[in-house]
């Protein structure tokens, strides 16, 4: 589409660039031909050496080319089929071998594994195209799993591998290229190419289609410049709009592989299968699946209209929907409405930015086409002000997250950040809720414009939003700091935005940088603010402030002593001091004991942001005020459903084996609505169904949105509607088609139990997956402020009355306050017990050994790690027949 | 005596003479457009919400079948 015509590239420009490779290995395969779903093999790539875990699987066949890189291949053997299915199952198996304890996501054998399941590929049911992509995460230290839409992971299995997986660390920034047709593997230097995703996706897909037409044999894997400087990248899978005639991208989001992407300086992996038809998958019984996807089909032409129009607007529909159930976070989950959300409803996104009509799958054949771009969008702000862009979205989790979580109900501003999300290489969930983090601990004066070096951290500022972003990207401002999510901003402002006492401050010899001390609550900041550090400012010209009503209040006094012109606006920006001699420097492992109040010096290499200034650490009730409400789990953000009123809903995000998100356990209607699953068993099953069979479509290439985003008409006579069980019936049948065996919901959970309980294995043999671990943050149970107590006051002192059996008449909103949340954690313990138990755990958390033994995953390697753990515990069971597993 | 109750979802809810489905829907502000009910474990096809009463006791569920996330 012209509109989106910013970026194009010049042929020059692509010639300059292919000049500019240096070739560093090519590796020739044999075709093959795939069997009932699967290639039998998996392609290796190793850069800059080649690493011999102790049980990583050998090669089959190999080339080693220059600066240490291997490409070969391994054998999918009938074990791995067996036990791990594909997708997430095959990613959590070679990850698994791959690494070893001490391996953290910067380290070169930590491996990126994508794979698609055995389904995957498949044109005649919808949502048939997913990969999954496996790595240790930088923001959990576990391993993470994240799905993701396009013509990658098809065209690698049509290529001729079952997965793919990227290992080591490259000195130079490379393009991996693997072209299905010629069966062949390369690695080139690539120097010249963008990082950002939207320009090299399009460099790309022209460099190596060999007509206009071939792009849509193309598909590039690109990660963009802000994951270099956060823990939060995500990859971006391309798949070319015919239509449209430029890139799209979706995106493997959560837990940060796009930043372990980046690390191994890898630019891009590119893919190219020309070829493509139905049969691919060679399935067994053709007639089952096409049975299944015209039934689907049909349902989606006569009811998506009248259910959630998903053609229209995508899973953005949900949002007014989220709202008036009080569902929709809202200013850091504090509530779950706002009264300006019909500013950011679907209805506005589809009147006024989401182009119509187009058939938007990220897969063929997916009828359900939610994959809504807004084109010819004009930016305001960054490195692209001016453009006119294709913005893949908005989706219900970038409306909810970078609107109404952040307090922001500007569409334009929400539009604008999801676009630099995507480019730049960040998920857009965590961006969303580490930022409303961050706004929160600003708004409540844990630290100040100083700290933020004149950045207003007040809700909604959508200004703000962006430029966090491009700070980033530049790896300087509190961007940075923002960017490397709640758990390390927990600890950063921790460590250096305490106040001085009163009995150091003679120490900072009259440096003043900490001189503003009223927070800033709901009202524009005061120029005096600016003023006080007018002289001893330097000014850092930015751009995009032209129509902030807020910012426009200050911009007079600003730009009169600036001395600049009405075109700019710029951030107040102290000027770094120079070291105040006095103030001692001290190492990381020194800050423990280091006094509250009494400034130091110190350095993170990972965050050198305000590595020039004076530290002081946060009182210890700070810090604990921080852990009650940054909304993170095991170090992932929570995704942007608000969960307090769902008890289901907080196990589901807690128990949730990457961390919290909703892709396990979508329960708060069945919950807090329906109060379908009232009891803790009823929960607990629940909360092992959905798991096991969403787990399910991970291992087997599908997408969750046409199981449940559109139910046909029969389903209300369903004795287990929420199930969807004619879908699920569908499922089996392609499974079948594609396989050749029948499947059952037993032999289904099953399948998801192995791998699931492997994962679980897997985190604790990283040091996590302990009960501990799975302990959610206050806010995630209910009103843990006076504020949130009071704005939902009849509903909290009801259940006080009626289901805690206290009256709460006489007591103060404190007190009140203090019930609740007794009585939730009370809850909440007792729904993990029971899900641990249903899940065959002890109450630590840690799989039992007849659990492994029933789900046939009691193989010697998972056994070792749970044995101390059980042992410990007491649950390591006696008997002959348990002898040998000692 | 203790005033007559319908269950809806599993809790207690206040009956009244002449209470129909609709009015529930509209008391509770369930406007989502899928929506099952049952009442006594029968099911009650929307165009007879407007006119079917419940009675005091009666098991009533109004199911969203909402996918959600
Ligand atoms: S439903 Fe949406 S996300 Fe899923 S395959 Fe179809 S277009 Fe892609």
Known sequence: ?886 | MNEPVITLNNRPYPFKEGLTISAIMTERKYDFPAIIVRINNKHIEEEDWQTTTVAADDNVEIIHVFGGG
């Open chain 1, 1 to 886: 589409m012209s509109d989106n015509c910013s970026h194009k590239i010049s042929k020059d420009d692509i010639t300059r660039m292919k000049a500019a490779h240096k070739r560093l290995a090519t590796y020739s395969f044999e075709p093959t031909t795939i069997e009932r779903g699967y290639n039998n093999r998996s392609l290796y790539i190793s850069i800059g050496g080649s690493f011999d875990a102790s049980n990583q699987d050998k090669l089959t066949a190999s080339v080693s080319g220059e600066n240490c890189t291997v490409i070969g291949e391994k054998a999918v053997t009938p074990h791995m089929k067996d036990k791990f299915v594909g997708g997430k199952g095959f990613g959590l198996y070679h990850l698994w071998k791959a690494i070893s304890e001490g391996t953290r996501w910067n380290s070169p054998e930590n491996d990126i594994v994508i794979s698609p399941g055995p389904l995957a590929g498949i044109t005649q049911y919808p949502g048939a195209g997913k990969s999954l992509v496996c790595a240790i995460s930088p923001l959990t230290g576990i391993p993470v799993d994240s799905n993701v839409g396009g013509f990658f992971g098809p065209f690698l299995k049509f290529a001729g591998f079952d997965a793919l997986e990227l290992q080591g660390k490259s000195d130079e920034e490379i393009i991996i290229f693997i072209d299905g047709n010629e069966h062949t593997v390369t690695i080139d230097t690539a120097p010249l190419e963008a990082v950002d995703s939207h320009i090299l996706a399009e460099q790309l897909s022209e460099m190596y289609a060999s007509t206009h037409e071939d792009k849509e044999n193309i598909s590039v894997i690109s990660c963009g410049r802000a994951s270099e400087n956060s823990y939060i990248g995500c990859l971006n899978f391309s798949f070319w709009d015919k239509r449209r005639d430029c890139v799209r991208l979706k995106q493997a989001g959560r837990g940060g592989i796009g930043t372990v992407f980046r690390h191994k300086k890898i630019k891009a992996v590119v893919i190219r299968y020309r070829g493509l038809h139905g049969d691919l998958n060679n399935p067994s019984k053709k007639g089952l699946i096409n049975a299944a996807g015209v039934r689907l089909h049909k349902e989606m032409a006569h009811l998506d209209t009248s259910q959630n129009n998903m053609r229209k607007i995508g899973t953005a529909n949900i949002i007014e929907v989220m709202d008036r159930y009080d569902l929709l976070p809202t200013h850091n989950f504090q509530f779950g409405a706002h009264p300006e959300t019909p500013k950011i409803s679907s209805k506005v996104f589809i009147e006024k930015y989401v182009t119509q009509n187009l058939p938007d799958g990220c897969w063929y054949g997916c009828s359900m086409s939610c994959a809504k771009a807004a084109d010819g969008f004009e930016l305001r702000t960054g490195p692209y002000k001016g453009h006119k862009v294709c913005v893949d979205g908005p989706e219900y989790e970038n409306a909810a997250g970078l609107g109404s979580n952040v307090g922001c109900f500007d569409p334009h501003w929400i539009l604008e950040a999801n676009f630099y999300c995507d480019t730049y290489g960040v998920d857009t969930i965590s961006m969303a809720t580490m930022t409303a983090f961050a706004e929160e601990c600003y708004q409540r004066g844990l630290y100040n414009l100083n700290d933020t070096e004149g950045l207003d951290m007040r809700w909604g500022n959508g200004y703000t939003l962006n430029e966090l972003m491009h700070q980033m990207v530049t790896g300087d401002g509190f961007g940075v700091i923002v960017g490397k999510g709640i758990r390390q901003q927990k600890r950063i402002f921790a460590e250096r935005f305490g106040k001085v006492s009163p009995e150091y401050e003679h120490m900072l010899g009259g440096y003043v940088w900490n001189d503003i001390k009223e927070p800033v609550i709901d009202m524009p900041i005061p120029t005096s603010h600016f003023n006080k550090n007018l002289e001893n400012c330097e000014f850092l010209q930015s751009t995009g402030y032209d129509d902030n009503k807020i910012l426009g209040e200050i911009k007079g006094t600003i730009l009169e002593n600036a001395g600049a012109n009405n075109d700019s606006a710029y951030i107040a920006k102290p000027t770094k001091p120079e070291k105040i001699e006095g103030i001692p420097t001290i190492t990381r492992e020194e800050i423990a004991d280091w006094p509250v109040g009494k400034p130091y010096y110190s350095d993170d290499p990972d965050c050198s942001y305000t590595n020039s200034r004076p530290w002081v650490k946060m009182t210890p009730e700070q810090v604990a005020e921080m852990e009650e409400f940054g909304m993170e789990n095991k170090g992932l953000e929570y995704s942007e459903y608000l969960m307090k009123e769902s008890l289901a809903q907080q196990g589901g995000y807690a128990l949730c084996n990457k961390g919290p998100q909703h892709d396990e356990a979508w329960l708060i209607f069945m919950d807090m609505v329906n109060n379908q699953i009232p009891t803790f068993e009823d929960k607990a099953e629940a909360l092992h169904y959905f798991p096991m069979f969403r787990t399910w479509f991970g291992l087997l290439g599908l997408c969750k949105l046409p199981w449940n985003d559109v139910t046909p008409v029969n389903n209300k006579y369903e004795k287990e509607p929420a199930k969807i069980p004619e879908h699920v019936q569908n499922y089996f049948d392609i499974y079948e088609g594609v396989l050749g065996k029948r499947h059952t919901e037993v032999s289904m959970v099953r399948q998801s139990e192995r791998v699931y309980t492997f994962q679980r294995i897997f985190i604790l043999r990283m040091g996590s997956g302990q009960r501990k671990h799975d302990t959610p943050p206050s806010r995630s149970l209910g009103p843990i402020t006076e504020g949130e107590y009071l704005s939902r006051e009849e509903r909290y002192d009801a259940q006080m009355k009626d289901i805690i059996g206290i009256d709460p008449c006489g007591k103060s909103t404190a007190e009140k306050v203090k019930i609740i949340m007794d009585y939730r954690w009370s809850q909440f313990k007792q729904l993990v017990d029971a899900v641990y138990k249903r899940r065959g755990w002890t109450p630590n958390g840690i799989p039992k050994l007849e659990k492994l033994i029933e789900i046939e995953m009691d193989l010697p390697e998972l056994v070792a790690v749970i044995r101390p753990y059980l042992k410990e515990e007491g649950y390591w069971p006696q008997g002959e027949e348990y002898k040998k597993y000692e």
